[in-house]
Every structure is written in structure tokens, then in C-alpha cells.
């Protein structure tokens, strides 16, 4: 199969870059992977933020797990780099040496992690390494992957305040108004560490007073508040309930003033969500609870 710009290999493109200094730049940048491309769109991505006066197209192309594949994207990506008129970056997390090698000829400048990485770790080990495609991401480790399946179970049935009684097996109960971006932190925190983690909405019923719900009383050293910014949280309950009371700013302004004033009576400690990413928000829990990683 032939990687094109239209084919399963790629995802739809995504634009992001900011105007500085009145000049903006724009560069194409493919992440090639043998299995899920998760690793190369994370490490490059984090790269990538570190100049925000370009315009970087990215694609990403997964599953590149033959020669015939890798002579494919080759072909394709030294076929935008002629059509754009700048070289293309690859971010390539490619096992095979030989696949790498083709993707290089393709007149791109290459950064490839598994490269870069693997023969330093062989030197010092003393040892050569597997060269098995889909290590990362696999089902290696099953006690691992079901340990997080667990965790990420554990999110669903307590997300929203449901089954309270399991508050007792949690790591940590975040608490927040409504859409303040509690339920995929706490998905998150499942999914990337294995973390048993509850959520619990304050409504405007709980609000008004010092003291915690009756559902989270008891495990107020267990708590971690989100709160946000009153017009973000406008815009994003405008999304779900336009012209209702519950998206007004009044309302919303309400609602995270005593949220916050509940939290620091309480002792509670918290973030400020509002421009931060969900990976953020979940490292920030981790490290301010001081909670134990399962993947571990």
C-alpha cells in the first residue's frame, strides 16, 4: 500500500503555529512509526513547542512495519518536501535498521528516537537489544496493561460521584464544579499510572457553606480540587447548555468562588485548570498528593 496524504497511514492533518515578530514559518513534519506512533507524536510534539513562530503541518503515519511501507512513505515524504519547498522533519520511532535507513533517503532531516537511544543503552549494557517491533505499547507486561484496565474500570464506576463506597480503594477523590475538566484527569491519571482515581462533583447544593459533602467528609486527606476561570467555564457549559442558567456567567462565577473559599477552608490543596493540558493537571496531582505510581 502506497502512503499518500489520504491514506489509513496518516491522520488529518493538524495546524497549530502562532505569529512572531510579524513573520510566521511553516514546515511539515511526519512522525513514522512500526506500531502506534504514540512515543514519536510525544517526544516530537514536546519539541515542537519550543518554537511557536511555526506553522507546523503534521502527519502521522503508523503501522510502517515492512521495507515496502518504508519505500512508500519515502516516496511520499520526498514528494511534499519537493512540493512545499522545504525540507520535511521526521520524528521516527522505527525498530528496524533497515526501514530507518530508507526513510532517511527520503531528503528529510530525521530525528529518530529508537536510534538515537538503543546503541548507547547497547554499549554500556554490553548487551544487544531485542529489535522486537511493538514492545512499547504491547501486551509485554500483562500484569501491567490489566493493573491500568483495573484503574481506568475503577475511574468509570466512581466517576460523577457514583458508588461513593468505594471511596475507601481510591489514591485520590478529585473535586470541582461541574465541567472543570475532572473526569479525563481522572481517566489520565488511570490510564498513564495506574492510579485509582474518584471524582466528585460539587453541585450548587454543596456549595454556600465550610463544610464537605457528606460524601467526601471522610476522606478529605484523599481530596485534590480543580477549580477554573469563571469565562472559561462559561464558554465550555455554553458548549453543552446554551442560555440556561446553569452556563451563565453569574452562575459560573458563583459556583467557583465558593468552590475555591471551600478549599481553603478545608485545607484542600488545588489547581487552576484553566489553561493547563490534562497531562498537566494529572502530573501536578501526582506530584502534589505525593502518590505512588502501580505502573512501578
Known sequence: MVATLTSPFYTIPNRSGFWHNGAMQTRVVFFVSDRTAITAEGL???LLTQFDQVVFERHT???IDTPEKARSVAAEIRRVGETSGSRPIVFSTLIDADMRGIVAESGAICFDFVDTFIGRLETELGLRSSHSIGRTHGLTDKPRYNLRMDAVNFALATDDGL???MYEQADVIVVGVSRSGKTPTCLYLALTFGIYAANYPLTPDDLGGAQLPAGIGAHRSKLYGLTIDPGRLRAIRTERRPDSQYSSLQQCQYEVRQA?????HNGIPS???TTMSVEEIATTIVHEMGLQWRMD
Open 271 to 273: 489547581v487552576a485548570t
Open 44 to 46: 516530537g510534539n514536546s
Open 163 to 165: 458508588t461513593s463506597r
Open 61 to 63: 503515519l503508523r503501522f
Open 260 to 264: 475555591e473559599a471551600l478549599f481553603r
